[in-house]
Nanobody, 122 residues
Framework: QVQLVESGGGLVQAGGSLTLSCVVSGRSYAMGWFRQGPGKEREFVAA????????DYADSVKGRFTISRDNAKNTVTLQMGRLKPEDTAVYYC??????????????????WGQGTQVTVSS
């Protein structure tokens, strides 16, 4: 059983930065970050392939967020910069048990973390 634990959320002013980390126990392949804002559906943020060579971002975060992974440390990181109030959400780490390439669809991921709150004040 794969377990994911996120950390690094918090309160930040608009224009600031935060880094989220996800520690994975167990075997996983493609990884992703999703978020769910108040009253909204969970949406795709970023994804990374097993090797780290394939990366995909939602248009809303492209150029501001960076996803990376360190397989030796079983960690996936989401660096978030130039944060906006609309980035406020619970951020979730997700892992696929079989896919190697980055994917945007929630249903393609098999394991999820408990989420970490990110609040951006204006």
């Amino acid at each position: 059983q794969v377990q994911l634990v996120e950390s690094g959320g918090g309160l930040v002013q608009a224009g600031g930065s935060l880094t989220l980390s996800c520690v994975v126990s167990g075997r996983s392949y493609a990884m992703g970050w999703f978020r769910q804002g108040p009253g909204k559906e969970r949406e795709f943020v970023a994804a990374i392939s097993w090797t780290g060579g394939g990366i995909d971002y939602a248009d809303s975060v492209k150029g501001r967020f960076t996803i990376s992974r360190d397989n030796a440390k079983n960690t996936v990181t989401l660096q978030m910069g130039r944060l906006k109030p609309e980035d406020t959400a619970v951020y979730y780490c997700a892992a696929s048990s079989s896919l190697l390439s980055p994917v945007r669809l929630r249903q393609e991921y098999d394991y999820w973390g408990q989420g970490t709150q990110v609040t951006v004040s204006s």
